[in-house]
């Protein structure tokens, strides 16, 4: 193998001279070694963008409840909870003992059974929006099948996506959501489909309006109900109202991207939270109770594209659509289990309830420490604003909506932003990168104080090294 192909490429972020990060380098010497052996194997070393941590991230042996454990040993209180999927925590048992059941009797039967007819009743009987479901295995993939789906019902080839949402990295939805904001196309997506993606400011009504009435070619409008990464930039009501008002008003459906956000606003998603019924729905995550799960679901029409009597019916050619692992036993088990613990009990409101705390002790701790950085969220999550451009404000202007997606999503500095994430891993919490994190109900009080203290610990080595003021 020559040199070219073994040589890694030099870190893009400037962590030179930092005594946190080799006070991190030293607790992680174990995630180290294997760092290192995956950057043989894979792009950065990493299966998942998310994953990307500088100069490495940490490699995990085990997890239980609000837990995990790495190679080295060291404990921390785990807040990307599968990337959103574990509102329960790690291995709830109601869930364990379904699929450890399951897994005993087959785990891919390669025909129908009856536990996806069951999985499929739990989401009817909770989302609003679901006359019908057809299940696959990522948001992605229900996102890309959703907006299909949209343009054979009614005839129409663009979508309207809002700036800033996430909606999985597909051609359609790839740029938009971290960049191209103008339509541009990504590296490695044809021009030709990036033209069939409109984009616009969130929580603009007018904006959107415009764009909506100025065209009879605009087949649907996705969006993320409770805002752009699942809050990161809040959306408000009334534009959601505003815009289900709007589709009905041009014949454009309205899709609710709640992959993230479904059975965790409430047990019937956003579109219960809110009162506001899409077209259809992206689900994922929750849906599947930690296995590999997703939906789409709405109207009964719109999905019958994909149904062989409806079409033979019509004349219509059917929509085309497979999946080898699409509702396996094992996740069909592990979602009705988790579903049935979302419908019977108050877990969305106790995440709800351990989020809204953290983030007032989180906002608490910063107004004493004299930093400007300011944490917000709704339904079960935080994020923690760390205000590059120094402007006055607070937990409720951003949640009401005051600040643009250009302010709430202004490029950090990316060291600073680097250090943060490694200052609380340093001191046994693990968060995602922008920063801020979902909850799950298995985060404790306990929990709750360690988060702020690895924060308040993070500012004073930050301090120490000159790298915030």
Not at 149 to 158: C, F, M, S
Not at 208 to 228: K, Q, V
Request: proline share 6%; glycine share 10%; net charge negative.
């Amino acid at each position: 193998m020559s040199s070219q192909q073994t040589t890694q490429p030099p870190c893009p972020i400037n962590l030179d001279n930092s005594p946190l990060v080799d006070a991190y380098c030293k607790k992680t010497a174990g995630s180290i070694v294997l760092a290192k052996r995956a950057r043989k194997i894979f792009p950065t070393g990493i299966t998942h963008d998310a994953r990307y941590i500088e100069p490495h991230g940490i490699y995990v042996t085990h997890a239980d409840g609000s837990h995990k454990w790495d190679v080295d040993g060291n404990k921390y209180v785990d807040y990307p909870g599968g990337h959103g999927a574990l509102l329960l925590g790690h291995n709830p048992p109601a869930v364990l003992e379904a699929v450890q059941t399951q897994l005993g009797k087959g785990m891919h039967y390669g025909a129908s059974h009856e536990l996806e007819l069951e999985w499929g009743e739990r989401v009817q009987q909770l989302i609003p929006c679901a006359e019908s479901i057809r299940f696959n295995n990522s948001g992605t993939e229900a996102t890309m099948l959703a907006m299909r789906l949209a343009r054979a019902n009614t005839g129409r080839e663009k979508i309207l996506r809002f700036q800033g949402h996430f909606h999985g990295w597909h051609d359609y939805v790839s740029g938009g959501f971290l960049n191209h904001y103008d339509g541009t196309a990504p590296r490695g997506v044809p021009a030709s489909t990036a033209q069939t993606i409109l984009h616009t400011p969130p929580n603009d009504l007018a904006a959107a309006a415009a764009i909506l009435r100025g065209s009879n070619d605009i087949a649907a409008m996705i969006l993320e109900p409770t805002g752009s990464t699942w809050g990161q930039v809040p959306i408000q009501p009334a534009f959601l109202q505003g815009l289900r008002e709007l589709a009905t008003e041009t014949g454009t459906l309205l899709i609710f991207d709640e992959v993230i956000c479904g059975f965790r606003c409430s047990p019937g998603g956003a579109q219960q939270a809110y009162g506001i019924t899409p077209d259809m729905a992206t689900l994922g995550k929750i849906i599947a109770g930690g296995m590999p799960g997703a939906a789409v679901v709405g109207r009964r029409d719109i999905l019958a594209g994909m149904d062989f009597r409806q079409a033979a019916q019509d004349g219509a050619e059917k929509i085309f659509h497979m999946g080898t692992f699409n509702a396996t036993p094992p996740t069909c088990a592990a979602g009705i289990a988790a579903l049935d613990i979302v419908r019977d009990t108050d877990v969305c409101q106790q995440a709800i309830d351990y989020g809204d705390a953290l983030i007032n002790g989180l906002n608490e701790m910063f107004t004493a420490e004299g930093v400007v950085w300011i944490a917000y969220g709704t339904f079960g999550g935080f994020h923690v604003f760390l205000n590059p451009q120094q402007i006055t404000t607070n937990r409720a202007e951003i949640e009401a909506g005051v600040h643009s997606y250009a302010t709430l999503k202004a490029p950090n500095d990316p060291a600073l932003a680097m250090k943060v994430r490694l200052g609380v891993l340093l001191h046994g919490v693990d968060i995602q990168g922008w920063p801020g994190s979902p909850v799950s109900t298995a985060h404790t009080p306990e929990d709750r104080e360690q988060t702020i203290d690895a924060f308040r610990q993070t500012i004073g080595l930050l301090r120490e090294e000159k790298a915030l003021a």
